[in-house]
């Protein structure tokens, strides 16, 4: 789906990303693990043409980003998930997971309803429509926030760092949402600290440090056999 070249970001002097390349299939879920400050939101965001690179390309389905790619096509099929839900906070929760085919797909009131109802339920909310974000617990928050992004019917979702503004104990209820659109064949692209997740879910985990990719490969790999000094170290610290 995403084919990256030598991908590079700088603000003003600071180089954020410096090189990446790797290639992204249909149906594969990667993780990106790293230090905090190597730049794997800025990847994520660049992928979703959030950030405008400074340098290198990304192909999409075989066609370059660039300023000419309508950038709403992209993020219909790429959505993402943020650190902090980021839900409208006026908004009930199945206005909230409505909102967006309405208004950007066009999709008629009942039908964007029917799939706002049917996805709450997926995500175990359906008894919560009515309510309005600040009555939800953060775990509640980031599920409503992940069936606003399916809404849109995406090809990929982008979520960075989902469970790390929760208290621990409503981290799995999340991580367990997005196992199950693993099961149903959803590619993602995971920024978290969550090893247990990356280990037991991903098909690729990729090390990012500094701007660059450091290393990647199966989790068994990664985990167990770690070829770089700077990934164990990692690993050391984290684990
Ligand atoms: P990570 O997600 O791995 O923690 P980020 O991609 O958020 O890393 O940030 C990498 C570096 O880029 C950090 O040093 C950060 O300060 C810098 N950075 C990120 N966004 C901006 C911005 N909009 N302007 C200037 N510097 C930024
Ligand atoms: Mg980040």
Redesign the pocket.
Known sequence: MFNIFDLKKS??K?E?LKSITMRIDDGEVICII??????????LRCLNLLEEPTGGQIYYNGTILDNTLDSKRLRREVGMVFQKFNLFPMFTVLKNVMYAPMHVKHTGKKEAEKIARNLLEKVGLGNKAAAYPAQLSGGQQQRVAIARALAMQPKMLLFDEPTSALDPELVNEVLNVMKNLRKEGMSMVV?THEMGFARDVSDRVVF?DKGFIVEEGRPAEIFNHPKQERTQQFLNRVL
């Open positions: 603000y003003g600071t954020v790293g230090p905090s400050g190597s730049g794997k939101s800025t990847f920024v990012m």
